[in-house]
């Protein structure tokens, strides 16, 4: 069944004018998803589709393109990583997706998390600190046609307030504690998921959520980030 699923998507490729070396990146996407994430037990079918949709190759420096389906975070200058694919994949299943919902990502970087979620989820907010990131992120988002993705240079700290109240909020850097303005741009029912922790030592994966009003975390999987990054004091 497998070996019809990616002929047919070939044949699909083919009559749409994408090249063999497109080829390559969908048949090493489709390896991707079936060993490091289905593999590793996440079995939802809108995070697993977006994983094998999603051209990751596009997201990482050229001298890394050949490694861009390895199982590992990747540099993408500037002292950030693209993360590992199951790792994006566990947080975006973390926060149970869904069409309705709206997202807020804090740390845009390449434009990978933010382009998954938008598979997914009706509208995605994300918010870079680095300039440089966040031009050539908004950039590569605007060519692969996501217009359910709005992107802005700030403090991710703050969280965007006028767009919220989030159903999901994703945090692609490891803070000590958990902003208090992220939670409060949490909606009612809403999931935050959020490395906390030094940059020196094993972070932990959290998980927050508002219940009938009522904040509760859980720790979830040691997990290593790089820091969250703040605008300098004056």
């Given at each position: 069944?497998r ?16 090249s ?15 060993n ?9 079918s ?19 393109v ?105 945090v ?17 029912g ?23 009003g ?21």
């Amino acid at each position: 069944m497998r070996g019809i699923i990616i002929i047919a998507t070939l044949s699909f490729c083919y009559l749409f004018g994408f090249s063999q070396k497109d080829d390559d990146f969908l048949i090493q996407r489709l390896s991707m998803v079936r060993n490091q994430i289905s593999g590793r037990g996440i079995t939802n079918s809108h995070v697993l589709e977006a994983m094998r949709t999603v051209p990751r190759h596009m997201f990482v420096p050229p001298n890394y393109v050949d490694f861009a389906y390895d199982d590992r975070p990747l540099s993408i200058g500037y002292g950030q990583t693209i993360s590992q694919p199951f790792i994006v994949a566990y947080m975006t299943d973390l926060a149970k997706p869904k069409k309705e919902m709206l997202a807020l990502e804090i740390g845009t970087g390449s434009g990978y998390q933010a382009s998954i979620l938008a598979q997914i989820v009706d509208s995605v907010f994300t918010i870079e600190i680095v300039p440089e990131l966040g031009r050539s992120a908004k950039k590569l988002i605007t060519k692969l046609g996501y217009n359910n993705i709005q992107a802005k240079i700030a403090d991710g700290y703050f969280g965007w307030e006028s767009k919220g109240p989030f159903d999901i909020i994703i945090v692609t850097a490891a803070a000590e504690t958990i902003p208090p303005p992220l939670i409060e741009q949490l909606k009612e029912g809403g999931r935050m998921i959020i490395p906390v922790g030094s940059q020196f030592m094993v972070q932990q994966l959290m998980m927050v959520e508002k219940k009938n009003g009522k904040v509760k975390t859980r720790s979830l999987i040691p997990v290593r980030f790089v820091p969250f990054t703040r605008s300098a004091k004056p």
